[in-house]
């Protein structure tokens, strides 16, 4: 990560782009369900969309991160 301050321009797109995946990482928790739910499930799709969300997970998580300032101990 750098060690530079976000500007106000930099935080909005990073909270843009958090907003995007929270909402990729919810609409393929319901694609993963409706396609279990109804049998017979297609399990290679259903294991790539499982990846494609932790994958989308991580970066949710990074995102924040970047977003919380540093509290200094």
Same mark, same amino acid.
């Given at each position: ?13 990073? !909270?843009?782009?958090?907003?995007? #995946?929270?909402?990729?990482h *919810?609409? @393929?928790? =319901? ?5 279990? &739910? ?5 399990d290679?799709?259903?294991? !790539?969309?499982?990846?494609?969300? #932790?994958?989308?997970?991580? *970066?949710? @998580?990074? =995102? ?5 300032? &540093?509290?200094?101990?």
């Amino acid at each position: 990560m750098s060690q530079h301050p976000l500007s106000e321009s930099e935080i909005s797109d990073l !909270r843009s782009l958090l907003f995007e #995946l929270q909402v990729e990482h *919810r609409d @393929l928790d =319901l694609v993963i369900a409706h396609l279990t &739910d109804n049998p017979p499930p297609d399990d290679l799709l259903v294991r !790539r969309l499982k990846k494609r969300k #932790l994958l989308l997970k991580d *970066r949710i @998580l990074q =995102l924040e991160q970047m977003l919380v300032p &540093d509290i200094p101990a």
